[in-house]
T-cell receptor, first 112, second 112 residues
Framework: KNEVEQSPQNLTAQEGEFITINCSYS?????LHWLQQHPGGGIVSLFM???GKKKHGRLIATINIQEKHSSLHITASHPRDSAVYIC??????????????FGTGTLLAVQP | KAGVTQTPRYLIKTRGQQVTLSCSPI?????VSWYQQTPGQGLQFLFE???????NKGNFPGRFSGRQFSNSRSEMNVSTLELGDSALYLC???????????FGSGTRLTVV
C-alpha cells in the first residue's frame, strides 16, 4: 500500500464545475504539498500546508491532521486547469529535509 | 527573480554511458533535492543536498550520485546507464527544506 494515496486517478469535468481531489497518507508528516504538472513536465508548487486551510484564487486546499487527509478544491474550473495534480508529504522527524513522498497524481481534464 | 534552472532539457544516451545533469537553484536557496519521474513508478526522491552535504538519500543504487557546490548549484551523475534510467529528472530548491519548494523544468533523459 502506498504511503500517499490520491483519488480519483482520472477526472473529467465541464468548464465551471467545482472539483475536488482527495489525498490520504499513512505516515507522520510535517507538511503536505499540492503540486501541479502540465504536459511537458514542469511542476508548480500550489500549496504547502500543515494545518487548516489555504486559498489562492480559485484553488483551496484543506488538511485534517487527525484524519490524515487533505483535499484540493478548484472552483469555477477552466480548461487551463487541465493538468496532473500531485499530493506529496514531507515526513516528520529527522530534521528539515526535502524528502518528499508523492502520490500517483490525478489527471484532470476540463472540457469547454 | 530567476527560477530553478536545469540543464540540459533533453538528453539521449546509450546504455553503459554515464551522464551528468545540472541544477541551479534560486539565489539564496541552500537546499537542492532531486527526483526521478517515470510512468511506472511516478515521482521518487533521489537525494537532497544542503550546504554541500548530502542530507538524505532515497532508495536508488549507487550508480546514482550527486554533489553540491559552494554556490549551491548541484549536479547528479548516473553511471553505467540502463534502459530503465530513462525518465524525467527534476530538481527542486528550497531555502532550507522547511519551506516551500520551487521545481525546475526537468531534464528528460532517454537511454537507448
Amino acid at each position: 500500500k502506498n504511503e500517499v494515496e490520491q483519488s480519483p486517478q482520472n477526472l473529467t469535468a465541464q468548464e465551471g464545475e467545482f472539483i475536488t481531489i482527495n489525498c490520504s497518507y499513512s505516515v507522520g508528516i510535517s507538511a503536505l504539498h499540492w503540486l501541479q504538472q502540465h504536459p511537458g513536465g514542469g511542476i508548480v508548487s500550489l500549496f504547502m500546508l500543515s494545518s487548516g486551510k489555504k486559498k489562492h484564487g480559485r484553488l483551496i486546499a484543506t488538511i485534517n491532521i487527525q484524519e490524515k487527509h487533505s483535499s484540493l478544491h478548484i472552483t469555477a474550473s477552466h480548461p487551463r486547469d487541465s493538468a496532473v495534480y500531485i499530493c506529496a508529504v514531507s515526513p516528520s522527524g529527522g530534521g528539515a529535509t526535502n524528502k518528499l513522498i508523492f502520490g500517483t497524481g490525478t489527471l484532470l481534464a476540463v472540457q469547454p | 527573480k530567476a527560477g530553478v534552472t536545469q540543464t540540459p532539457r533533453y538528453l539521449i544516451k546509450t546504455r553503459g554511458q554515464q551522464v551528468t545533469l545540472s541544477c541551479s537553484p534560486i539565489s539564496g536557496h541552500r537546499s537542492v533535492s532531486w527526483y526521478q519521474q517515470t510512468p511506472g513508478q511516478g515521482l521518487q526522491f533521489l537525494f537532497e543536498y544542503f550546504s554541500e552535504t548530502q542530507r538524505n538519500k532515497g532508495n536508488f543504487p549507487g550508480r546514482f550520485s550527486g554533489r553540491q557546490f559552494s554556490n549551491s548549484r548541484s549536479e547528479m551523475n548516473v553511471s553505467t546507464l540502463e534502459l530503465g534510467d530513462s525518465a524525467l529528472y527534476l530538481c527542486a530548491s528550497s531555502f532550507d527544506g522547511s519551506y516551500g519548494y520551487t521545481f525546475g523544468s526537468g531534464t528528460r533523459l532517454t537511454v537507448v
